[in-house]
């Protein structure tokens, strides 16, 4: 019956929501949906995060809630924006815009290739200048040996 019905994702996303244990909702049983509960908190699913942007009201993992902020922050959203949108105050908003431009300044200052402390992506922490030789103590090669 399951595998037919048009409303099957939505049925599964109210029984893992609702905490629901008994019977088959969603095409799974409470066995095979136990898994899913347990990693709900996680849940990054594109389509729920596009159609909270889009108004409707769905029902967001903590990892949506931030995937959410994050692209809010790179359309131009404001506080009050976003705070519509997640249906939380304004204060709670401007927070989670501002922890997601920190987020996406880190992101690209990482990707830039530049570190935080101006070396190149990659490069080591400190660089040798001396031949390799010279900065071998051989007197203390001789005593280990």
Not at 73 to 93: C, K, P
């Amino acid at each position: 019956m399951c595998a037919q019905c048009p409303v099957r994702r939505i049925c599964l996303d109210a029984a893992l929501e609702s905490e629901s244990v008994h019977g088959i909702r969603g095409g799974l049983t409470e066995a095979e949906r136990r898994p899913l509960h347990d990693q709900l908190a996680r849940r990054l699913d594109r389509d729920r995060i596009a159609a909270r942007l889009r108004g409707m009201d769905v029902h967001l993992s903590n990892a949506e809630r931030t995937a959410v902020a994050r692209r809010a922050y790179q359309l131009g959203f404001s506080a009050e924006q976003l705070a519509w949108t997640l249906r939380v105050s304004e204060d709670w908003a401007t927070d989670l815009l501002r922890t997601a431009h920190l987020e996406v300044e880190e992101r690209d200052r990482y990707w830039d290739g530049t570190k935080t402390d101006g070396r190149p992506a990659g490069a080591p922490a400190t660089t040798v200048t001396e031949p390799l030789g010279a900065a071998i103590d051989r007197d203390s090669l001789g005593e280990a040996a």
